[in-house]
């Protein structure tokens, strides 16, 4: 269960007679005498103040949590040995925007989703905190590529001056 930073603040009538008496009900079982209360669990709240007249005031307030911070990536490979056009596509969902991203030395911020361009192989953790401090990461491996490499070339040369019949290969 995710316990949210959420206060309720208030709760003060603007008329009745002093001194007032508070009742807090929510989820979960959850009571409280307390003029405001904290640190609560998303669901439905409702105040009774009861005034020194037995006069009852209620009202309602629903404590609504983010949807859980997620992420789509797309990776894409550097195209050659040691090549530094590596990227990753990121999509965020869920949380509370914006966001901060690190990858090894790269941060930036974004709304929603961003390419991070330029890269060659690397392995690291790609590190997604939102605007209230949830985090998520994940281990990105950015893979090089074999090396195309030339191992030998057979030569045949020409067999007489001006013939045409050498060859590569």
């Not at 209360?37 to 005031?57: E, F, K, P, R, V």
């Not at 991203?101 to 060659?120: A, E, P």
């Not at 001006?162 to 590569?168: I, L, Q």
Request: negative net charge.
């Amino acid at each position: 269960r995710q316990i949210l930073s959420s206060n309720i603040i208030g709760g003060t009538p603007s008329s009745g007679i002093l001194p007032y008496s508070y009742s807090w009900n929510g989820p979960n079982n959850y009571t409280s005498n307390l003029d405001s209360i904290y640190d609560l669990d998303h669901g439905m709240y409702t105040i009774s103040i009861t005034d020194a007249n037995n006069c009852i005031a209620t009202d309602s307030v629903e404590i609504v949590e983010p949807l859980i911070l997620t992420y789509v990536t797309e990776i894409k490979n550097p195209l050659c040995f040691n090549d530094n056009n590596g990227i990753i596509n990121l999509n965020i969902f869920g949380g509370t925007s914006p966001y901060d991203l690190v990858f090894g030395s790269y941060s930036n911020s974004t709304y929603d989703s961003i390419s991070i361009t330029g890269l060659s192989a690397n392995f690291d953790s790609l590190y997604i905190a939102d605007a209230n401090g949830c985090q998520e990461s994940v281990f990105i491996s950015l893979i090089n590529p074999s090396e195309l490499v030339l191992d030998s070339l057979n030569v045949t040369h020409p067999t007489c001056y001006k013939y045409s019949d050498g060859k590569v290969s």
